[in-house]
């Protein structure tokens, strides 16, 4: 069995748990105090995971000397925090361990990639990308799931395929690490959308229409930034859209079913908690415009999220654009 440090408690609590089921021995790592107390006191994650026992042979710290003996690193924390944590663990993990992110997103200001963000952090480590369509409620209770681990390395992404699957897990490998951080950085700006339609009340039809085309726009930006084309039609493209549009769980879909029902964009946001997709709308935006595509939904997006444009007009205006044939702008830049 292997040695396994987990950073982050939310997602990673999840893991964790999952990980100490197949009998991998975890360390379970946050910087704040009070929630690794709150689950030694209470036996599990109450706030996220609630009634979801975490067991005692879990290690819970907030000392990273903790991971020093760790075989693999998971990164779990909120992308906005990912080069922090990074810079923080990497004199403590081992040179021979492979570092795994799952954080769904792209860094704001410099626009890069988790991985991206590791390899410059923890310089000679192998990464892996784990990704898909997988949410920590249903992992935790052992629920099916399939997801991808992409890297680079293909030893790595192997290795990290045959510690991780499991029972409940299985997991298969790719070496598009940019289609696969893509996918799921950008799920989330349709999964706003998808949510602004179930709170509107537009019916079926219509968030059937923006998932497909979200999608075809996530996979045209991914496609400019080096990534395969048959990576968004995988697991972490359409499989992680379809979750994330689709599921209650999603923080994403319920914060724009707030925003459907009138709510302001920013008191949504507020409520629901940490909503991925604010953030990923606007880097989408921005990369959209420096690789000058189309990106006409994320556009639209942007402009109800930050501009105050009436989610009614940008549909309508999303229904106005030129006619055109529908495989003549999928995988194309625009012209």
Wanted: contains cysteine.
């Amino acid at each position: 069995m292997a040695k396994i440090a987990v950073l982050g408690c939310g997602f990673g609590t999840s893991l964790a748990v999952m990980a100490n089921k197949y009998g991998h021995d975890v360390v379970l790592w946050s910087k704040f105090e009070k929630e690794i107390q709150e689950i030694r006191t209470y036996g599990e994650n109450r706030r996220l995971l609630p009634g979801v026992p975490v067991s005692p042979s879990i290690v819970l710290t907030t000392n990273l000397a903790d991971i020093e003996q760790a075989e693999y690193v998971l990164m779990v924390v909120p992308t906005n925090a990912m080069r922090e944590a990074a810079k923080s663990a990497a004199p403590h993990i081992r040179s021979d361990a492979v570092v795994i992110n799952l954080a769904k997103g792209l860094e704001k200001g410099s626009l890069k990639r988790m991985s991206q963000v590791l390899q410059e952090e923890m310089s000679g480590q192998e990464i892996v990308v784990l990704s898909g369509p997988c949410h920590a409620e249903e992992v935790a209770r052992n629920m099916p799931t399939t997801i991808v681990a992409a890297s680079n390395h293909r030893a790595a992404a192997e290795r990290v395929q045959d510690v991780l699957s499991n029972g409940s897990m299985r997991i298969y490998v790719s070496d598009d690490m940019i289609g696969v951080e893509v996918g799921g950085a950008f799920k989330n700006v349709i999964a706003l959308c998808a949510g602004i339609c179930d709170g509107a009340g537009l019916g079926d039809n219509t968030k059937a229409a923006l998932m497909t085309r979200g999608i075809t726009e996530i996979a045209r930006l991914g496609v400019a930034l080096g990534a395969q084309t048959e990576t968004f039609a995988g697991l972490s493209g359409i499989g992680d859209l379809i979750v994330t549009c689709m599921s209650m769980h999603s923080r994403n879909r319920r914060a724009g079913i707030l925003i459907g029902q009138g709510i302001d964009p920013v008191v949504a946001v507020e409520r629901v908690g940490t909503v991925e997709g604010y953030t990923a709308t606007e880097t989408a935006w921005m990369l959209a415009q420096k690789q000058k595509i189309e990106m006409p939904i994320t556009e639209q997006l942007y402009q109800v999220l930050y501009q105050g444009k009436f989610f009614r007009d940008a549909l309508q205006d999303l229904l106005s654009r030129p006619q055109r044939h529908e495989n003549e702008e999928v995988w194309l830049n625009s012209k």
